[in-house]
C-alpha cells in the first residue's frame, strides 16, 4: 500500500477500456470502508457510465476531456438526506440544516473518495481528482437530480491509464510539518522552502508563458485569482443554502 501512495499521479488520458464490475464494486466497498463521523457515513457515491450523462456532467466539468474519456466517474456527496429521513421515520429530531453538518458530511465524502482512490490505483487503475466539482455544484445537483441536503463536494475519474506521467512535485516534509505546536514561517524559511519548485523546467515555462515575474504571481494572479475565488465562493455556499445546509 506504501508503494500505491508514493506512486500517486494525476491520469487525464484513459484507455478505451470499462471497468470491470467486480473491480468497480470491490473500489466501491473500499470507500464505504473509510472512516466517518459517528460511524453516520453521512455521503453518497454517484457512479455514473452513461455516455448521454458523461456529456453533461463534461460541460459542467469545464468541458475536461478526462470526463469524457474516463469510463467511471463517481461524484462523492455530502448527504444528510438519507440520514435525516432515517430519522424521521423513527420519530427522532433531526437537526442537520446547518453549516457544520454540511462540513462534517463533506469530510465524510472526501474521506470515502481517497479511500477510492487508493484502491482503483491498487488494481491498476488511474485517478484524477476533479476540483471544479465544487466550481459548478449547482450545475452538478440538476444533472445527477441531487435532492436536498445533498451536495457535490468532489469527482473522481478512474479508468486504465494511456499515459505514464512522471511524479508531481511536492514541498518537503517540514514545509507541511509542524511538531507540537504550529511554527511559523520567516521570509528566509519560504523561500528555502519554495526553492526547488521555483527552479523547477517546468514552472519556469509557466512563468515565462504567462508574462510573470515569478511563480507566486502565476498561481495568485492567473490560475486561482482573487477575483475566481470570490465568484465561485459565492456561488458555492449560494448552492449550499438552497440545499438547505444553510438558512
Same mark, same amino acid.
Given at each position: 500500500? *506504501?508503494?500505491?501512495?508514493?506512486?500517486?499521479?494525476?491520469? %487525464?488520458?484513459?484507455?478505451?477500456?470499462?471497468?470491470?464490475?467486480?473491480?468497480?464494486?470491490?473500489?466501491?466497498?473500499?470507500?464505504? /470502508? @473509510?472512516?466517518?463521523?459517528?460511524?453516520?457515513?453521512?455521503?453518497?457515491?454517484?457512479? +455514473?457510465?452513461?455516455?448521454?450523462?458523461?456529456?453533461?456532467?463534461?460541460?459542467?466539468?469545464?468541458?475536461?476531456?478526462?470526463?469524457?474519456? !474516463?469510463?467511471?466517474?463517481?461524484?462523492?456527496?455530502?448527504?444528510?438526506? /438519507?440520514?435525516?429521513?432515517?430519522?424521521?421515520?423513527?420519530? @427522532?429530531? @433531526?437537526?442537520?440544516?446547518?453549516?457544520?453538518?454540511?462540513?462534517?458530511?463533506?469530510?465524510?465524502?472526501?474521506?470515502?473518495?481517497?479511500?477510492? !482512490?487508493? @484502491? !482503483?490505483?491498487?488494481?491498476?487503475?488511474?485517478?484524477?481528482?476533479?476540483?471544479?466539482? =465544487?466550481?459548478?455544484?449547482?450545475?452538478?445537483?440538476?444533472?445527477? %437530480?441531487?435532492?436536498?441536503?445533498?451536495?457535490?463536494?468532489?469527482?473522481?475519474?478512474?479508468?486504465?491509464?494511456?499515459?505514464?506521467?512522471?511524479?508531481?512535485? %511536492?514541498?518537503?516534509?517540514?514545509?507541511?510539518?509542524?511538531?507540537?505546536?504550529? =511554527?511559523?514561517? +520567516?521570509?528566509?524559511?519560504?523561500?528555502?522552502?519554495?526553492?526547488?519548485?521555483?527552479?523547477?523546467?517546468?514552472?519556469?515555462?509557466?512563468?515565462?508563458?504567462?508574462?510573470?515575474?515569478?511563480?507566486?504571481?502565476?498561481? !495568485?494572479?492567473? /490560475?486561482?485569482?482573487?477575483?475566481?475565488?470570490?465568484?465561485?465562493?459565492?456561488?458555492?455556499? %449560494?448552492?449550499?443554502?438552497?440545499?438547505?445546509? *444553510?438558512?
Amino acid at each position: 500500500m *506504501m508503494d500505491t501512495i508514493l506512486q500517486h499521479k494525476s491520469i %487525464r488520458k484513459f484507455k478505451d477500456k470499462p471497468v470491470e464490475e467486480n473491480v468497480l464494486e470491490q473500489i466501491l466497498i473500499a470507500g464505504t /470502508r @473509510a472512516s466517518t463521523t459517528g460511524n453516520m457515513q453521512v455521503y453518497s457515491m454517484i457512479v +455514473s457510465t452513461d455516455e448521454c450523462l458523461k456529456n453533461k456532467l463534461w460541460e459542467a466539468h469545464f468541458k475536461q476531456d478526462m470526463v469524457k474519456q !474516463a469510463p467511471v466517474l463517481i461524484t462523492f456527496c455530502a448527504d444528510f438526506n /438519507r440520514f435525516t429521513k432515517w430519522c424521521k421515520i423513527n420519530n @427522532a429530531q @433531526a437537526g442537520y440544516d446547518n453549516f457544520l453538518s454540511f462540513y462534517t458530511a463533506s469530510i465524510d465524502a472526501l474521506l470515502a473518495a481517497q479511500n477510492v !482512490a487508493l @484502491a !482503483a490505483e491498487a488494481h491498476g487503475l488511474g485517478i484524477c481528482y476533479l476540483g471544479t466539482t =465544487t466550481y459548478n455544484a449547482e450545475e452538478i445537483i440538476d444533472i445527477l %437530480r441531487l435532492p436536498e441536503l445533498v451536495v457535490p463536494v468532489t469527482t473522481l475519474a478512474i479508468g486504465y491509464p494511456d499515459e505514464d506521467p512522471p511524479l508531481t512535485d %511536492r514541498l518537503p516534509l517540514d514545509a507541511v510539518v509542524h511538531y507540537e505546536v504550529y =511554527t511559523d514561517y +520567516s521570509p528566509q524559511k519560504i523561500k528555502k522552502l519554495y526553492r526547488e519548485k521555483e527552479e523547477n523546467p517546468v514552472y519556469k515555462k509557466f512563468v515565462e508563458e504567462n508574462g510573470k515575474e515569478n511563480l507566486a504571481q502565476v498561481f !495568485a494572479e492567473v /490560475r486561482y485569482k482573487k477575483e475566481d475565488n470570490e465568484f465561485f465562493s459565492e456561488k458555492f455556499l %449560494r448552492t449550499i443554502k438552497e440545499q438547505k445546509f *444553510m438558512k
